[in-house]
């Protein structure tokens, strides 16, 4: 089998704009985002870290990263999804999140798995 195959993480985003949290005059605009984190490889994987970089609509970056995710460290199954809520902030109604999960699989090798990127958009500001 292929080891890209081997080794496979996919990643889905949606994201809701939080209109009570948010704050046009003050410029904060705030987010949740679900993630479903799959395991569609053959050998069982553990999320170790993150890495997220978000950018707002003046190119403005914030870079997170950090141990797990929600205060775990999920390890999946071939097959088996982990799905988390948390959310973030930004200065513009529209904006973009991407990044990528740090992974260990069960026979020690370690992978990124990628975050496809998504978009942070208030209702009706984009078609």
Known sequence: MPTEKKYEITVTTRTTYIPEQSDAASSRYVFAYTITIKNTGTVRAQLI?????????????????GLGVVGEQPT????ESFEYTSGTAI?????????????????????????????????????
């Open 49 to 65: 870290s993150r890495h997220w970089i978000i950018t707002d609509a003046n190119n403005q970056l914030q870079e997170v990263r």
């Open 76 to 79: 999946l199954r071939p097959n």
């Open 91 to 127: 200065a513009t109604p529209v904006g973009t999140m991407r990044g990528t999960y740090q992974m260990v699989a069960d026979d020690g090798l370690q992978f990124d798995a990628p975050v496809p990127e998504c978009t942070l958009s208030i209702p009706r500001v984009l078609h």
